[in-house]
């Protein structure tokens, strides 16, 4: 990952022009391989200030820190409203981004001691704010929505996370957040 990471940052130092336009970027989600999976995401600009972005998570991918063996995968879709300007290019400003998500895994459940099927949904209002450096593209967003399906122990679903704080637990509130880095093209 680590190597991924250099090898990317060489890429947007020999390759950057501030005055181009980008409408492609593929990033990938920083530190998701410690969450247990690597996330993988394209994003294409549209007219009116508007992109779709569709990710790919190879759960299993990654550092298991709930020590439960999980094998899977997530797919997710968002279309972001940039709200601000996008003077440098199509992907950049504040936005708001409506987002369905679908993970579908198995996991060595504890209180079982057996291979154990976790397939759950979730759709999620989010907002952040995107912007790149010549080739290089920050994405932060936070948001939250419903969830519905078969949950994990964990409440942990590799693309979103269930409701549990201040000593109430929601499984049908999906909380989500990342900060993820890419190459605009």
């Not at 936005?95 to 949904?121: C, L």
Request: charged share 15%; glycine share 10%; aromatic share 14%.
């Amino acid at each position: 990952m680590r190597t991924a990471i250099v090898l990317l940052l060489c890429a947007v130092c020999t390759m950057s022009n501030a005055a181009e336009v980008y409408d492609n970027a593929v990033k990938v989600t920083f530190l998701s391989w410690i969450t247990g999976s690597t996330k993988l995401s394209y994003e294409r600009a549209f007219a009116n200030h508007q992109s779709a972005e569709i990710c790919a998570s190879m759960i299993g991918a990654g550092y298991d820190k709930f020590q439960n063996n999980p094998l899977g995968f997530t797919l997710r879709y968002g279309h972001k409203f940039f709200l601000t300007g996008n003077h440098r290019g199509g992907l950049q400003g504040f936005y708001v981004r409506p987002e369905a998500i679908y993970s579908h895994y198995s996991y060595d459940a504890m209180s079982s001691q057996q291979r154990t099927p976790a397939k759950m949904g979730a759709v999620l209002a989010t907002t952040g704010y995107q912007m790149h450096l010549n080739r290089l593209l920050i994405d932060a967003w936070v948001g939250g929505g419903y969830a519905f399906g078969n949950p994990a122990e964990t409440g942990y679903h590799h693309g979103f996370a269930l409701w549990n704080a201040f000593g109430k637990s929601w499984e049908h509130v999906a909380l989500s957040f990342s900060v993820k880095l890419g190459i605009c093209f």
